[in-house]
C-alpha cells in the first residue's frame, strides 16, 4: 500500500491504492505513519516526494472504512490521518506532494502537511466532509494558514471542486504542471546546504505557529548557531568554487 523508492538523498513515497484511488484506510495510515517516522532518522535524506500511483493523488478516506465508523471509533480514525500528517511535518527535511488526478478530504490534509506542492494540469480539489454530515477536522487547520481564511471556508463550507490553476490563484499549492516541474523543484531544493535546509523548514513552521516576537528571536539564534564551529559565509563560498 506504501511503495518507497531512494537515490540520491531523495525518498519517493507512493501511495498505492490506485484501484481505491489510493483511498486511506486503517492498514496504509499506520504503514505510512511507519515508513515516515523511520524516515527521521536517516542522516542521508534531503527531500522527500509524496505521490500516488494511478489516476489520483488520493480520493480521500476509504468510503467502506467511513461506513463502519460510529461514535466509537470515529475519533481513533481521524487521530490516524492526525499522525500522518504529523509524521510529514516532523520530518527534518523538505516534503514536495506531487499531485495529480484527484486530491479529495484527508488527501488535501495530506497534502497540506507538506512544504510545497505541485499539482499537475487537470488535478482537482475538494473538502467534501460537509456532505457526508462531517465536519473537516486535523490538518484541515493548516488551510487558513495556506490560503486565507475566506478561501479555507469556501472549500470546508461549500464541498465543491477546485481546478489546479484556482488552487494555485489560491495559494493552496505552489505550481501547476506535470514530473519537469517536480523534478526542477527537487533540484532546487537538493542545490541547498543540507543543514540550513533543515534549520529553514523547522523556522518555517515556527513562523506559522509562533507570536512574531518570538519567531524573530529564535530566527536570530537559528541564524548564529549557523556560525558554529568555525564556519563562516565565505569559507562555504570558497569551498563551493573549489
Same mark, same amino acid.
Given at each position: 500500500?506504501?511503495?518507497?523508492?531512494?537515490?540520491?538523498?531523495?525518498?519517493?513515497?507512493?501511495?498505492?491504492?490506485?484501484?481505491?484511488?489510493?483511498?486511506?484506510?486503517?492498514?496504509?495510515?499506520?504503514?505510512?505513519?511507519?515508513?515516515?517516522?523511520?524516515?527521521?532518522?536517516?542522516?542521508?535524506?534531503?527531500?522527500?516526494?509524496?505521490?500516488?500511483?494511478?489516476?489520483?493523488?488520493?480520493?480521500?478516506?476509504?468510503?467502506?472504512?467511513?461506513?463502519?465508523?460510529?461514535?466509537?471509533?470515529?475519533?481513533?480514525?481521524?487521530?490516524?490521518?492526525?499522525?500522518?500528517?504529523?509524521?510529514?511535518?516532523?520530518?527534518?527535511?523538505?516534503?514536495?506532494?506531487? /499531485?495529480?488526478?484527484?486530491?479529495?478530504? +484527508?488527501?488535501?490534509?495530506?497534502? $497540506?502537511? #507538506?512544504? !510545497?506542492?505541485?499539482? %499537475? =494540469?487537470?488535478?482537482?480539489?475538494?473538502?467534501?466532509?460537509?456532505?457526508?454530515?462531517?465536519?473537516?477536522?486535523?490538518?484541515?487547520?493548516?488551510?487558513?494558514?495556506?490560503?486565507?481564511?475566506?478561501?479555507?471556508?469556501?472549500?470546508?463550507?461549500?464541498?465543491?471542486?477546485?481546478?489546479?490553476?484556482?488552487?494555485?490563484?489560491?495559494?493552496?499549492?505552489?505550481?501547476?504542471?506535470?514530473?519537469?516541474?517536480?523534478?526542477?523543484?527537487?533540484?532546487? /531544493?537538493?542545490?541547498?546546504?543540507?543543514? +540550513?535546509?533543515?534549520?529553514?523548514? $523547522?523556522? #518555517?513552521? !515556527?513562523?506559522?505557529? %509562533? =507570536?512574531?516576537?518570538?519567531?524573530?528571536?529564535?530566527?536570530?539564534?537559528?541564524?548564529?548557531?549557523?556560525?558554529?564551529?568555525?564556519?563562516?559565509?565565505?569559507?562555504?563560498?570558497?569551498?563551493?568554487?573549489?
Amino acid at each position: 500500500m506504501v511503495e518507497i523508492q531512494q537515490a540520491g538523498g531523495v525518498a519517493r513515497i507512493f501511495l498505492n491504492r490506485p484501484e481505491k484511488s489510493n483511498a486511506v484506510n486503517t492498514p496504509l495510515l499506520l504503514q505510512l505513519r511507519e515508513k515516515l517516522e523511520e524516515m527521521r532518522s536517516h542522516a542521508d535524506l534531503r527531500v522527500v516526494v509524496l505521490a500516488g500511483r494511478g489516476k489520483a493523488f488520493c480520493g480521500g478516506a476509504d468510503v467502506t472504512e467511513l461506513a463502519t465508523l460510529d461514535a466509537t471509533n470515529g475519533g481513533a480514525f481521524v487521530e490516524r490521518i492526525h499522525r500522518v500528517c504529523a509524521a510529514l511535518r516532523a520530518l527534518p527535511v523538505p516534503v514536495v506532494a506531487k /499531485l495529480h488526478g484527484a486530491v479529495i478530504g +484527508a488527501g488535501l490534509e495530506i497534502a $497540506a502537511a #507538506c512544504d !510545497l506542492r505541485v499539482a %499537475a =494540469p487537470g488535478t482537482k480539489f475538494a473538502m467534501p466532509e460537509v456532505r457526508l454530515g462531517i465536519p473537516s477536522v486535523v490538518e484541515a487547520a493548516l488551510l487558513p494558514r495556506l490560503m486565507g481564511a475566506g478561501r479555507a471556508a469556501w472549500l470546508v463550507l461549500t464541498g465543491d471542486f477546485i481546478d489546479a490553476a484556482r488552487a494555485r490563484d489560491w495559494g493552496l499549492v505552489e505550481e501547476v504542471g506535470g514530473d519537469e516541474a517536480v523534478e526542477k523543484l527537487v533540484e532546487s /531544493l537538493l542545490a541547498g546546504d543540507r543543514e +540550513a535546509l533543515r534549520q529553514q523548514k $523547522a523556522l #518555517c513552521q !515556527l513562523w506559522d505557529e %509562533a =507570536p512574531l516576537q518570538e519567531s524573530v528571536a529564535r530566527s536570530v539564534e537559528a541564524f548564529g548557531r549557523a556560525f558554529r564551529g568555525g564556519n563562516t559565509i565565505s569559507s562555504r563560498l570558497k569551498g563551493k568554487r573549489n
